[in-house]
């Protein structure tokens, strides 16, 4: 078996024979990997653009909430430290209220809304209110610009079935999964490519072995695509079993590539499946029916197996 597989021996996915030694995942099932780099410079690791473009979208409404409290916190306490009788219309309060009152005239200031009855007097709060004007000016330009990168991000929002499957196909098993496209935009020219991990006998390191596919690439995505590996006798999967699968301690790397009609760009997911999230002798649920207006596909089936006696 070894030498049939040589010619599918591949060692390119980057990741490394020694480096992916341990038992731990390499690719997490939403596409990030396990690694961490240390020792690197502040500077040389920092990526602001890539972090506010990739966060979740919570999380980024909270940071530029945050941002704009902050600024506005850091302009009213420089107002308030220039003393409040350089803004005219200033209503005589407590302290709190003189901040208040300075607070909400630095979001006046740094939306550029204009004044209403409050307004800077002297050259020390004019010269502070331009300024702030200007960063606004700039925050302002740049959060549009974030806001509309993550909008117009092209993302493939593939979803995978939570298990891999080793069912019977065509006289033999077969190796498989499934994905769909659960939004309205349309994929075509959809490619697949599938490689598999596995630790070599009586060793830490790892080979990786490019899997041939009934159906690597499909024009149209617009239903339900079961991907399966024949396990014939020129698979690196050929002989395994449920034990040795754990024992070799198999991962599976899934990468789509797409061309997505509504940002007319080439798009990317990964997956990948790990030896304890197979299922033997299980072989998928048909999630497609047709009636009188078209096809339907029942997204909730696409996980849900039944059992099959393996060949």
């Known amino acids: 078996m070894e030498e049939n597989d040589s010619s599918n021996l591949n060692n390119d996915l980057g990741l490394g024979s020694k480096a992916t030694a341990g038992n731990f995942r390499t690719l997490n099932h939403d596409g990030t990997f396990n690694v961490r780099k240390i020792n690197v410079p502040f500077y040389e690791r920092v990526n602001f653009f890539h972090s506010l473009i990739t966060m979740s979208w919570l999380r980024f409404f909270v940071l530029v909430v945050l941002g704009y409290l902050f600024i506005n916190t850091l302009f009213a306490s420089i107002y308030v430290a220039i003393g409040v009788e350089h803004l005219t219309g200033v209503q005589k309060a407590s302290e709190m209220g003189k901040?208040?009152?300075?607070?909400?005239?630095?979001?006046?200031?740094?939306?550029?809304?204009?004044?209403?009855?409050?307004?800077?007097?002297?050259?020390?709060?004019?010269?502070?209110?331009?300024?702030?004007?200007?960063?606004?000016?700039?925050?302002?330009?740049?959060?549009?610009?974030?806001?509309?990168?993550?909008?117009?991000?092209?993302?493939?929002?593939?979803?995978?079935?939570?298990?891999?499957?080793?069912?019977?196909?065509?006289?033999?098993?077969?190796?498989?999964?499934?994905?769909?496209?659960?939004?309205?935009?349309?994929?075509?020219?959809?490619?697949?490519?599938?490689?598999?991990?596995?630790?070599?006998?009586?060793?830490?390191?790892?080979?990786?072995?490019?899997?041939?596919?009934?159906?690597?690439?499909?024009?149209?995505?617009?239903?339900?695509?079961?991907?399966?590996?024949?396990?014939?006798e020129e698979s690196p999967l050929y002989g395994l079993t449920e034990e040795t699968a754990l024992k070799k301690d198999l991962e599976f790397f899934v990468m789509i590539k797409a061309f997505d009609e509504s940002f007319s760009q080439t798009v990317y997911s990964r997956t990948s499946y790990k030896a304890q999230e197979m299922e033997w002798g299980e072989k998928f649920l048909y999630t497609i029916k047709q009636e009188k207006k078209g096809i339907i596909v029942d997204v909730d089936l696409l996980s849900q197996t039944e059992k099959a006696p393996l060949n």
């Open 99 to 232: 901040f208040m009152e300075a607070f909400f005239f630095s979001a006046q200031t740094i939306t550029t809304l204009g004044y209403g009855r409050v307004a800077p007097v002297g050259m020390a709060a004019n010269v502070v209110a331009a300024i702030e004007s200007m960063l606004g000016l700039l925050t302002f330009a740049l959060a549009t610009g974030l806001l509309y990168g993550r909008f117009s991000k092209p993302n493939a929002k593939i979803k995978f079935s939570n298990q891999a499957l080793v069912a019977p196909y065509r006289g033999i098993n077969g190796f498989m999964f499934r994905l769909i496209n659960p939004q309205d935009n349309q994929l075509m020219e959809v490619e697949v490519t599938l490689s598999v991990s596995m630790k070599r006998e009586n060793s830490t390191l790892r080979d990786f072995h490019l899997l041939d596919l009934e159906r690597s690439k499909v024009v149209f995505f617009t239903t339900v695509w079961t991907v399966v590996h024949p396990i014939n």
